[in-house]
Protein backbone atom coordinates (compact mmCIF):
# COMPACT_ATOMS: atom_id res chain seq x y z
CA UNK A 1 0.00 0.00 0.00
CA UNK A 2 1.39 3.49 -1.04
CA UNK A 3 0.42 5.14 2.27
CA UNK A 4 2.65 3.25 4.56
CA UNK A 5 5.73 4.56 3.21
CA UNK A 6 6.74 7.80 5.54
CA UNK A 7 5.93 10.92 3.61
CA UNK A 8 2.19 9.67 2.38
CA UNK A 9 1.84 8.93 6.52
CA UNK A 10 2.97 12.07 7.35
CA UNK A 11 0.37 13.72 4.56
CA UNK A 12 -2.53 11.85 5.22
CA UNK A 13 -2.51 12.17 9.05
CA UNK A 14 -1.95 15.70 9.26
CA UNK A 15 -5.15 16.32 6.92
CA UNK A 16 -7.20 14.10 8.56
CA UNK A 17 -6.59 16.03 12.03
CA UNK A 18 -6.45 19.39 10.41
CA UNK A 19 -10.04 18.28 9.06
CA UNK A 20 -11.74 17.57 12.49
CA UNK A 21 -10.68 21.08 13.85
CA UNK A 22 -13.72 23.89 12.78
CA UNK A 23 -12.03 27.13 12.65
CA UNK A 24 -14.51 28.59 15.99
CA UNK A 25 -12.66 25.36 17.61
CA UNK A 26 -10.15 27.23 16.53
CA UNK A 27 -11.22 30.65 17.80
CA UNK A 28 -10.60 31.80 14.54
CA UNK A 29 -13.46 34.20 12.94
CA UNK A 30 -15.74 32.52 10.59
CA UNK A 31 -17.00 34.29 6.99
CA UNK A 32 -17.88 33.16 3.71
CA UNK A 33 -18.07 29.59 1.60
CA UNK A 34 -15.47 27.04 3.48
CA UNK A 35 -14.48 24.37 0.75
CA UNK A 36 -12.69 22.31 3.33
CA UNK A 37 -14.49 20.32 6.60
CA UNK A 38 -11.77 21.79 9.02
CA UNK A 39 -8.94 23.95 9.25
CA UNK A 40 -7.09 25.78 6.01
CA UNK A 41 -3.50 25.01 5.81
CA UNK A 42 -2.78 29.07 6.30
CA UNK A 43 -5.34 29.04 8.89
CA UNK A 44 -2.61 25.72 10.68
CA UNK A 45 0.45 27.75 9.76
CA UNK A 46 -1.17 30.88 11.23
CA UNK A 47 -1.77 28.78 14.82
CA UNK A 48 1.24 26.89 14.85
CA UNK A 49 3.25 30.50 13.89
CA UNK A 50 5.30 29.54 10.86
CA UNK A 51 4.99 30.35 7.14
CA UNK A 52 2.16 29.14 5.33
CA UNK A 53 4.59 27.39 3.06
CA UNK A 54 6.41 25.94 5.39
CA UNK A 55 3.46 23.88 6.57
CA UNK A 56 2.35 22.99 3.05
CA UNK A 57 5.91 21.84 2.45
CA UNK A 58 5.33 19.95 6.29
CA UNK A 59 2.20 18.68 4.73
CA UNK A 60 3.72 17.21 1.63
CA UNK A 61 5.25 14.33 4.01
CA UNK A 62 8.66 16.44 4.38
CA UNK A 63 9.08 16.42 7.41
CA UNK A 64 12.77 15.06 7.96
CA UNK A 65 13.85 18.80 7.73
CA UNK A 66 11.33 20.21 10.75
CA UNK A 67 12.71 21.17 14.17
CA UNK A 68 11.18 19.41 16.88
CA UNK A 69 10.07 23.36 18.33
CA UNK A 70 8.14 23.37 15.10
CA UNK A 71 6.71 19.97 15.60
CA UNK A 72 5.70 20.73 19.17
CA UNK A 73 3.75 24.03 17.90
CA UNK A 74 1.66 22.20 14.88
CA UNK A 75 0.47 19.37 17.41
CA UNK A 76 -0.03 22.27 19.32
CA UNK A 77 -2.12 24.20 16.77
CA UNK A 78 -3.84 20.33 15.78
CA UNK A 79 -4.86 19.54 19.26
CA UNK A 80 -3.26 16.34 19.16
CA UNK A 81 -3.61 14.23 22.25
CA UNK A 82 -0.31 12.46 23.92
CA UNK A 83 -0.37 9.59 21.86
CA UNK A 84 -0.75 11.12 18.47
CA UNK A 85 1.92 13.55 19.23
CA UNK A 86 4.02 11.19 19.99
CA UNK A 87 3.11 9.47 16.52
CA UNK A 88 3.47 12.41 15.15
CA UNK A 89 7.64 12.85 16.33
CA UNK A 90 7.83 9.23 15.65
CA UNK A 91 7.50 9.58 12.04
CA UNK A 92 10.04 12.64 11.94
CA UNK A 93 12.62 10.57 13.68
CA UNK A 94 11.84 7.43 11.46
CA UNK A 95 12.73 10.30 8.07
CA UNK A 96 15.56 11.19 9.59
CA UNK A 97 17.15 7.79 10.28
CA UNK A 98 16.84 7.27 6.54
CA UNK A 99 20.32 6.86 5.24
CA UNK A 100 20.19 6.93 1.18
CA UNK A 101 20.19 3.68 -0.87
CA UNK A 102 18.18 2.01 2.33
CA UNK A 103 16.73 -1.29 1.56
CA UNK A 104 13.31 -1.88 3.08
CA UNK A 105 12.67 -5.76 4.08
CA UNK A 106 11.22 -7.08 6.61
CA UNK A 107 12.21 -6.84 10.68
CA UNK A 108 14.80 -9.82 11.81
CA UNK A 109 12.83 -12.53 13.61
CA UNK A 110 13.51 -12.43 17.48
CA UNK A 111 14.60 -15.41 19.09
CA UNK A 112 13.13 -15.24 22.20
CA UNK A 113 15.05 -15.88 25.14
CA UNK A 114 14.16 -19.01 27.49
CA UNK A 115 13.07 -16.65 31.05
CA UNK A 116 10.66 -15.15 28.96
CA UNK A 117 8.31 -18.67 28.47
CA UNK A 118 8.98 -19.62 32.02
CA UNK A 119 7.89 -15.87 33.35
CA UNK A 120 4.45 -16.62 31.52
CA UNK A 121 4.10 -19.87 32.66
CA UNK A 122 4.53 -18.42 36.19
CA UNK A 123 1.44 -16.62 35.89
CA UNK A 124 -1.16 -19.11 36.92
CA UNK A 125 -4.47 -17.26 36.93
CA UNK A 126 -3.21 -14.92 33.99
CA UNK A 127 -3.44 -15.08 30.34
CA UNK A 128 -0.21 -13.94 29.51
CA UNK A 129 1.21 -13.85 25.80
CA UNK A 130 4.02 -11.88 23.87
CA UNK A 131 3.31 -10.66 20.23
CA UNK A 132 5.66 -8.62 18.11
CA UNK A 133 5.09 -5.12 16.17
CA UNK A 134 3.92 -7.03 13.30
CA UNK A 135 1.13 -8.70 16.06
CA UNK A 136 2.36 -12.34 15.68
CA UNK A 137 2.17 -14.08 18.86
CA UNK A 138 5.70 -15.59 19.73
CA UNK A 139 4.70 -17.08 22.88
CA UNK A 140 2.36 -17.39 24.97
CA UNK A 141 1.13 -19.63 28.80
CA UNK A 142 -1.25 -22.30 29.26
CA UNK A 143 -3.99 -20.48 30.42
CA UNK A 144 -3.87 -17.66 27.24
CA UNK A 145 -3.18 -20.83 25.06
CA UNK A 146 -6.93 -22.21 26.09
CA UNK A 147 -8.40 -18.90 26.52
CA UNK A 148 -7.30 -18.00 22.63
CA UNK A 149 -7.65 -21.52 21.50
CA UNK A 150 -10.05 -20.18 18.60
CA UNK A 151 -7.74 -17.32 17.46
CA UNK A 152 -4.75 -20.36 18.00
CA UNK A 153 -6.68 -22.93 16.05
CA UNK A 154 -8.02 -20.44 13.25
CA UNK A 155 -7.69 -21.59 9.94
CA UNK A 156 -5.67 -18.24 9.16
CA UNK A 157 -2.76 -19.24 11.95
CA UNK A 158 -2.62 -23.03 9.87
CA UNK A 159 -2.20 -21.37 6.39
CA UNK A 160 0.41 -18.70 7.73
CA UNK A 161 2.23 -20.86 10.54
CA UNK A 162 2.02 -18.60 12.86
CA UNK A 163 -1.25 -16.85 14.73
CA UNK A 164 -1.29 -13.26 14.57
CA UNK A 165 -3.55 -10.88 16.55
CA UNK A 166 -4.89 -8.75 13.32
CA UNK A 167 -5.53 -11.48 10.37
CA UNK A 168 -7.54 -13.27 13.11
CA UNK A 169 -9.18 -10.32 14.03
CA UNK A 170 -10.09 -9.61 10.47
CA UNK A 171 -9.54 -12.49 8.22
CA UNK A 172 -11.83 -15.18 10.30
CA UNK A 173 -15.22 -14.77 10.58
CA UNK A 174 -14.93 -16.53 13.81
CA UNK A 175 -13.63 -13.99 15.46
CA UNK A 176 -16.80 -11.78 15.49
CA UNK A 177 -18.41 -14.56 17.98
CA UNK A 178 -15.45 -14.59 20.09
CA UNK A 179 -14.76 -11.35 20.98
CA UNK A 180 -17.74 -9.43 22.35
CA UNK A 181 -16.38 -6.20 21.90
CA UNK A 182 -15.09 -7.09 17.84
CA UNK A 183 -15.57 -3.32 16.84
CA UNK A 184 -13.04 -1.90 19.96
CA UNK A 185 -10.64 -4.52 19.66
CA UNK A 186 -10.75 -3.83 15.94
CA UNK A 187 -10.10 -0.14 16.69
CA UNK A 188 -7.00 -0.95 18.84
CA UNK A 189 -4.99 -3.67 16.39
CA UNK A 190 -5.04 -1.48 13.69
CA UNK A 191 -4.23 1.53 15.78
CA UNK A 192 -1.36 -0.49 16.92
CA UNK A 193 -0.42 -1.57 13.43
CA UNK A 194 -0.37 2.36 12.56
CA UNK A 195 1.82 3.53 15.25
CA UNK A 196 4.40 0.74 14.88
CA UNK A 197 4.00 1.60 11.02
CA UNK A 198 4.95 5.03 11.51
CA UNK A 199 8.07 3.97 13.66
CA UNK A 200 9.52 1.62 11.31
CA UNK A 201 8.09 2.46 7.37
CA UNK A 202 11.13 0.52 6.31
CA UNK A 203 9.08 -2.76 7.61
CA UNK A 204 7.69 -4.84 5.27
CA UNK A 205 6.82 -7.32 7.61
CA UNK A 206 3.98 -4.62 9.09
CA UNK A 207 3.41 -3.45 4.85
CA UNK A 208 2.48 -6.79 3.58
CA UNK A 209 0.59 -7.39 6.25
CA UNK A 210 -1.62 -4.04 6.30
CA UNK A 211 -1.68 -4.67 2.05
CA UNK A 212 -3.29 -8.65 3.21
CA UNK A 213 -5.84 -7.39 5.40
CA UNK A 214 -6.90 -4.37 3.37
CA UNK A 215 -7.46 -6.40 0.32
CA UNK A 216 -9.59 -8.69 2.52
CA UNK A 217 -11.53 -6.47 4.78
CA UNK A 218 -13.51 -2.95 4.46
CA UNK A 219 -13.44 -2.67 8.10
CA UNK A 220 -9.66 -2.88 8.00
CA UNK A 221 -9.73 -0.73 5.36
CA UNK A 222 -11.75 2.24 6.44
CA UNK A 223 -9.67 1.91 9.94
CA UNK A 224 -6.34 2.25 8.48
CA UNK A 225 -7.39 5.38 6.69
CA UNK A 226 -8.93 6.89 9.63
CA UNK A 227 -5.23 7.38 11.15
CA UNK A 228 -5.89 6.93 14.68
CA UNK A 229 -2.87 5.32 16.56
CA UNK A 230 -3.30 3.61 19.77
CA UNK A 231 0.43 3.56 22.35
CA UNK A 232 -1.02 2.85 25.72
CA UNK A 233 -2.85 -0.12 25.22
CA UNK A 234 -5.08 -1.08 28.54
CA UNK A 235 -9.05 -1.88 29.26
CA UNK A 236 -11.41 -4.02 29.18
CA UNK A 237 -11.60 -7.09 26.99
CA UNK A 238 -14.90 -9.09 26.61
CA UNK A 239 -15.11 -12.81 25.23
CA UNK A 240 -17.66 -15.48 24.19
CA UNK A 241 -15.24 -18.40 25.36
CA UNK A 242 -16.77 -21.48 23.07
CA UNK A 243 -16.17 -23.53 26.45
CA UNK A 244 -16.07 -21.15 29.18
CA UNK A 245 -18.53 -18.89 27.99
CA UNK A 246 -18.93 -15.01 28.35
CA UNK A 247 -15.91 -13.50 29.97
CA UNK A 248 -14.64 -9.40 31.02
CA UNK A 249 -11.39 -9.33 31.46
CA UNK A 250 -8.87 -6.42 32.10
CA UNK A 251 -5.64 -6.22 30.59
CA UNK A 252 -2.72 -4.47 30.07
CA UNK A 253 -0.14 -4.25 27.45
CA UNK A 254 3.55 -3.49 28.16
CA UNK A 255 6.74 -3.67 27.01
CA UNK A 256 8.80 -6.52 27.43
CA UNK A 257 12.33 -5.93 27.08
CA UNK A 258 14.29 -8.60 25.23
CA UNK A 259 17.64 -7.33 24.73
CA UNK A 260 19.35 -3.65 25.20
CA UNK A 261 17.96 -2.69 21.61
CA UNK A 262 14.28 -4.97 21.25
CA UNK A 263 11.55 -5.21 22.80
CA UNK A 264 8.21 -6.99 22.73
CA UNK A 265 4.59 -6.24 23.69
CA UNK A 266 3.34 -8.39 26.65
CA UNK A 267 -0.31 -8.30 27.15
CA UNK A 268 -1.93 -10.00 30.51
CA UNK A 269 -5.58 -10.39 30.60
CA UNK A 270 -6.76 -11.48 34.35
CA UNK A 271 -10.74 -11.33 35.91
CA UNK A 272 -11.61 -9.50 38.57
CA UNK A 273 -11.09 -10.81 41.71
CA UNK A 274 -14.04 -12.96 43.42
CA UNK A 275 -15.92 -12.36 40.41
CA UNK A 276 -17.75 -14.82 38.10
CA UNK A 277 -15.54 -13.93 35.88
CA UNK A 278 -12.83 -15.32 38.06
CA UNK A 279 -14.44 -18.49 38.64
CA UNK A 280 -14.94 -18.81 35.29
CA UNK A 281 -11.22 -17.95 34.68
CA UNK A 282 -10.05 -21.05 37.20
CA UNK A 283 -12.10 -23.38 35.50
CA UNK A 284 -10.56 -22.60 32.39
CA UNK A 285 -7.05 -22.70 34.33
CA UNK A 286 -8.12 -26.11 35.62
CA UNK A 287 -8.63 -27.85 31.70
CA UNK A 288 -5.51 -25.74 30.61
CA UNK A 289 -2.98 -27.23 33.34
CA UNK A 290 -0.61 -29.81 33.12
CA UNK A 291 -2.04 -32.99 34.10
CA UNK A 292 0.12 -35.19 35.86
CA UNK A 293 0.43 -38.93 35.65
CA UNK A 294 0.25 -40.74 39.00
CA UNK A 295 2.35 -43.76 39.63
CA UNK A 296 1.39 -46.79 40.62
Known amino acids: MDDVNNRASVRDFLMSRRARITPAQA ?23 VSSEWYARLEKGHIAEVSYDVLDAVARALRLDDEERIYLFDMARAARADEPGRACGPRPATDLPPTVQWLLDSMALSSAMVSNK ?45 YGNWHVTADVLVGLLRTEAGRDHCDTGITDLVTELSQVSPEFRTRWAAHNVVIHNRGTKLFRHPTAGPLTLAYHSMNLPISVQEAEMLTVCTAEPGSADEDRLRLLASWSAPQTQSSN
Not at 33 to 38: D, E, I, L, Q, S
Not at 135 to 157: C, F, I, W
Open 27 to 49: GLPVSGHRRVPGLRREEVAVLAG
Open 134 to 178: RLDVLAVNPLGRALYSPMLESPTTHEHGQANLARYHFADPGSHDF
